[in-house]
């Protein structure tokens, strides 16, 4: 397929998996290995005798526990014969509501015991329990000694309260056999129980592996908060670009809905934060991330992706999203599995819509295409673990920070792009408007251009027109008089600007040259243009012996150069503006380009030009007396000039 012709974006992506994978705690920690045989709970036992705690971090309590469906006992009811009568024995982590009896499966609300006895290798150890979340309140027991729980265990809706608190449990068994009771009630979730594994090791080690899992919640939650602040804020700046409105929601909604998954960092900052609230958030996260994506992927591919689907998006979240407001828990959990099979289906069609992106080449697809199917696979994890059918933890944070950084590595290349373009757009614009110019009416860049930006100066004009021109023209095509013409122009360009001077415009088949003195004497101004236009003569000896003469005849040009004071600036409309130079001095120069002809001189300077030279012997000058110009009431005195170098021109 054309898509996979570009590695680059490839690379990257690898690239991109490779850093973040050392964000996944089991990767972060050298020692967080697992033993090389899974050791699991049989029949409410868990053999650790010949374990060796030095080697793994820790060892999660997978296994068939022993269940005591609706009774709440407790310690003492395990300390002599007769025991309890066992419901039977059943995997954790898993939901009660997935467990088989004689009498079918439990409900979700009810109440139940989990009995679980270990065979430790030591018991002068201190040891630790790591408990991320139990569905939906809890009591523990170990050794026969209370430790913390959390919320409130009942028999009733009315006698118990949920909460949602990941911690550690430190413990110092007596001997080297432990046991753990643990009482669950749930009246608030369609999932009971103990539904997410527990995880036991030497203190400092669960302490170790604890703080890095928080620390790295809490890094990646800031930086995809970081970046919604950033895609706001550019935004604001540029309210066109609504990619960035949209990516910033998605980061948003991403990192609120980190806060109360996995370590529930809301939790650790607000300890009695609601339980029911806490829910609230994490599912209507979910639910608004549809529209958001769906306008961030039309604004960047307007032409892959339909911007239909945009409407229909915001209406299907609202359907799932309202109910929650007003529903308990219990209830509008059960919508999840619905909504996760449209999610995917939506998945799907932005993975298609991303292909199409890529074959037709447009711009960072590639890295979006790869940073996208990593999140989505990070989203299909996230629905089979809240399903409880993979137990791989929740990776769609990972998978997110990674598309996070591939639409970070799309913006640089963008912001490289544009500011690529930038440079050439002044360049071409340089071409419109000479950068001599730019430096006298817009000081503070081009953006600072605005109707009568000004300037006074006193510089040399060189006026230059092609004699006959327009019997010339009549001979040739519109096509070819442009080509004729970009061909004499280009010849003129170089003898103006190897003299320190810059074309202000052309004007038809005449050419406007500035000189200005550059901070130098006004000398320096007059003796180029005088050298300029004798170059240009020369110049057009060359042109005239390389043109050819079926198409192009022999070329006659004037030149007339003056000095004197003009204003720079701009002229036009708010819609349509100039640059110019306008003065006395600008008349004048135009006016003795005209008396060339009449005085049969092929350069003609003012007496104001010759006045400044520095060194007038090393041009031929002809005194031509006065002559009066048209629009001056005084007539002024006109030197014709000749090459020194090859005579007459």
């Not at 990070?378 to 944070?397: A, D, K, Q, R, W």
């Not at 060189?462 to 013409?485: A, H, N, W, Y």
């Not at 198409?551 to 000095?563: Q, T, Y």
């Amino acid at each position: 397929m054309a898509f996979l012709k570009n590695w680059n974006w490839i690379r990257t992506g690898f690239l991109l998996i490779f850093l973040c994978s050392f964000l996944n705690p089991s990767i972060c920690q050298a020692k967080d290995r697992a033993p090389e045989k899974p050791i699991e709970v049989i029949n409410g036992v868990l053999d650790l005798s010949t374990f060796d705690f030095n080697k793994t971090d820790y060892i999660e309590l997978n296994g068939y526990w022993e269940f005591y469906w609706n009774r709440l006992l407790l310690p003492g009811d395990f300390s002599s014969p007769p025991l309890p009568p066992k419901t039977g024995f059943f995997f954790v982590p898993q939901s009660w509501v997935r467990y088989d009896s004689p009498d079918g499966r439990f409900k979700s609300s009810g109440y139940a015991t989990y009995r679980l006895t270990v065979l430790l290798p030591e018991a002068d150890q201190t040891y630790a329990l790591n408990i991320l979340d139990m569905a939906t309140a809890y009591k523990m027991w170990i050794d026969g000694r209370p430790v913390p729980g959390n919320g409130i265990v009942g028999m009733s809706p009315s006698k118990s309260r949920p909460q949602s608190f990941s911690q550690n449990i430190c413990f110092k068994p007596r001997t080297k056999k432990c046991e753990i009771i643990v009482q669950v009630s749930n009246f608030s979730h369609i999932d009971a129980g103990i539904v997410r594994a527990i995880k036991l090791g030497q203190e400092r080690l669960i302490r170790k592996h604890y703080d890095i899992t928080k620390g790295i919640d809490f890094f990646v939650i800031g930086c995809i908060l970081s970046m919604s602040v950033y895609h706001f804020l550019l935004f604001c700046f540029r309210r066109k670009e609504m990619s960035h409105f949209y990516f910033s929601v998605i980061c948003f909604l991403i990192s609120l809905r980190n806060l109360t998954i996995g370590v529930t960092l809301i939790t650790q900052v607000f300890p009695s934060f609601s339980w029911e609230i806490l829910r609230k958030i994490m599912v209507l996260c979910l639910y608004f991330l549809p529209p958001a994506f769906a306008g961030f992927m039309g604004s960047v591919f307007p032409e892959e992706f339909s911007r239909r689907i945009f409407k229909p998006s915001v209406v299907f979240s609202l359907i799932y999203a309202i109910p929650v407001l007003f529903l308990p828990t219990k209830i509008f959990w059960r919508f999840i599995p619905s909504y996760d099979l449209a999610v995917m289906g939506f998945g799907l069609y932005v993975l298609i819509c991303l292909m199409r992106a890529v074959i037709r080449h447009r711009n960072g697809a590639g890295y979006i295409l790869f940073g996208f199917t990593i999140f989505l696979a990070g989203v299909f994890n996230e629905i089979l673990y809240s399903e409880e059918i993979i137990h791989t933890g929740n990776l769609m944070p990972l998978g997110f920070l990674i598309f996070i950084l591939s639409q970070a590595i799309v913006l640089a290349m963008q912001s490289s792009q544009t500011y690529d373009r930038i440079e050439n757009l002044v360049c071409v614009f340089e071409k419109f408007v000479p950068s001599h110019f730019q430096d006298r009416i817009a000081k503070q860049g081009i953006e600072s251009i605005a109707i009568g930006n000004t300037e006074y100066d006193t510089i040399a004009v060189l006026f230059c027109d092609i004699r006959s021109f327009t019997t010339l023209s009549e001979k040739m095509k519109p096509g070819q008089v442009l080509t004729f013409l970009n061909s004499f122009f280009s010849a003129m360009s170089p003898p103006i600007h190897k003299n320190h001077g810059f074309i202000d415009k052309f004007i038809g088949d005449a050419i406007m040259a500035l000189f200005d003195s550059n901070g130098k004497d006004l000398n320096h101004s007059a003796e180029n243009a005088v050298r300029a236009a004798i170059e240009m003569h020369r110049a057009l000896e060359k042109f005239n012996a390389k043109a050819d003469a079926s198409f192009c005849p022999r070329l006659d040009m004037g030149i007339g150069i003056h000095i004197g004071r003009v204003v720079i600036g701009t002229v036009g409309t708010s819609n349509r503006m100039d640059s110019t130079v306008l003065g006395d001095a600008v008349n004048i120069a135009s006016r003795l380009e005209s008396l060339t002809k009449e005085k049969n001189e092929k350069i003609i300077v003012s007496s104001d030009i010759v006045d400044l030279l520095d060194r007038p012997h090393e041009f031929n000058f002809n005194k031509r007396g006065r002559a009066l110009v048209k629009g001056k009431t005084e007539p002024i005195l006109i030197y014709g000039v000749s090459d020194k170098k090859y005579g007459d021109l």
